[in-house]
């Protein structure tokens, strides 16, 4: 609706100070001619929006002029920009209605004493992706997140390997996943990632920490992710699976499919795929039960011939222990 666009038109020239006709137009999904007249009603309203000339020039508002959103905590906006996952918004089809809730938020804390949006995201992500879930405690989470607001450096006891580190770090942010937080910390020059369940003690210093220019939380984060997972076992195997169950493999945890292709049987396909273990390619396979064949390595398959002919022979057992001719 018009009415949607010109208040995003107003919103947007208020976050970001100036826009061309173009890329507004690239925002809103409309053509330049649109944005000239939506200018237009804006102007017709009242808005003291203007045109500035040249290379450098773009639409604008006048110095000083912006909405208001009154009666909200900075802490208040942070819950609302961070308790989100994009994927489930898109899922629901309000990523949108989402967007433009935050332009507003961001509009009316910009200028003020308010952090930005910006500024949130820049110190918590929220990571949805699956992963091992765990019930853990976290009593000095909230000692790294005053850290963390305050830009203040923190020293942090952390157990590894059952020894006791102490470490003086910047805090670069706090990442949730599954249940799990983790702390980014610049440490001698170096970026680390902790898990705050094994933070056993932490202080927060009095030395200010100025975080550097170029670091961006989630793609840390995405990076880090990578690293962890090609630092883990690999463990190939070959297998034919039937198409209906192809689905059901892929949601698998740390299963990465090397290959898939066609056989003669357009029920089956067959299939290559990177486990981190044997011991791991064994449950997986067993949970598919008939509708998986493994081809190779040897050591798999006899492994899962044997554990599924222990199954077939403890349910004979359990079958005459319950039978009637033994009662």
């Known amino acids: 609706m018009r009415a949607d666009r010109l208040l995003t038109i107003l919103l947007l020239l208020q976050n970001r100070g100036k826009m061309t006709s173009r890329e507004l137009a ?8 649109t944005i000239f007249r939506d200018m237009e009603a804006l102007s017709s309203a009242g808005i003291p929006v203007y045109a500035e000339r040249g290379p450098q020039g773009g639409w604008m508002l006048t110095e000083g002029y912006r909405t208001s959103l009154t009666g909200m905590k900075p802490t208040e906006i942070g819950a609302l920009l ?3 996952d994009s994927t489930i918004l898109k899922d629901l089809g309000i990523h949108e209605d989402f967007t433009t809730a935050a332009r507003k938020l961001e509009a009316a804390v910009s200028g003020n004493k308010f952090p930005s949006a910006s500024y949130f995201n820049q110190r918590i992500h929220i990571d949805s992706e699956g992963w091992l879930s765990s019930e853990e405690t976290f009593p000095f989470l909230s000692t790294l997140q005053t850290a963390l607001w305050e830009d203040r450096k923190v020293s942090i006891s952390y157990l590894r390997n059952g020894e006791t580190k102490n470490r003086m770090i910047g805090l670069l942010g706090l990442v949730a996943k599954q249940g799990v937080w983790y702390a980014i910390g610049q440490h001698e020059e170096q ?3 902790y898990r705050v369940s094994r933070i056993v003690a932490a202080e927060i210093m009095n030395e200010p920490y100025t975080r550097p220019e170029n670091f961006e939380l989630s793609s840390y984060w995405e990076s880090s992710k990578i690293s962890f997972k090609q630092a883990l076992p ?6 034919s699976i039937k198409a209906s169950f192809l689905q059901e493999l892929k949601r698998e945890r740390y299963v990465t499919l090397l290959s898939i292709e066609e056989c003669s049987d357009p029920l089956w396909l067959e299939a290559e795929a990177e486990f981190n273990t044997i011991e791991s390619a064994l449950r997986i396979m067993l949970s598919l039960g008939p509708h998986v064949i493994v081809k190779s390595p040897e050591e798999l398959r006899i492994s899962v011939y044997r554990a599924a002919l222990g ?5 004979r057992r359990v079958r005459r222990l319950f039978s009637t001719d033994s009662v």
């Open 26 to 33: 690239q925002t809103l999904e409309t053509s330049e001619r």
């Open 82 to 84: 961070l308790s989100t």
């Open 191 to 193: 970026y680390r990632t």
């Open 234 to 239: 690999s463990y190939k195997g070959k297998f």
């Open 311 to 315: 199954t077939v022979l403890l349910g």
